[in-house]
């Protein structure tokens, strides 16, 4: 799976979310940025970004992608 496919999942899902909030468009230009390839993404950002969707970080970000996981599993006891 390629990076800009998980980023475009990951900026429709915290659009999603944030339900364009004004204070939030700036973080949503940014990831329109990484998507769009003209800037690349630290792993904080990622690690950041998927914690706005449910997830601890990146890895289990993308490891939903692939349907064996999903943000819920991070609030299980």
Excluded: C
């Amino acid at each position: 799976m390629s990076i800009n496919y998980a980023l475009k999942k990951l900026f429709d899902t915290v659009e999603h979310e944030l339900e364009r909030i004004p204070q939030k468009v700036r973080a949503l230009d940014k990831l329109r940025l990484y998507i769009t390839g003209k800037e690349k993404p630290s792993r904080e950002t990622l690690d950041r970004i998927s914690l706005l969707v449910g997830f601890q970080d990146w890895d289990s970000f993308r490891e939903a992608l692939h349907g064996k996981t999903d943000g819920q599993e991070n609030y299980e006891d």
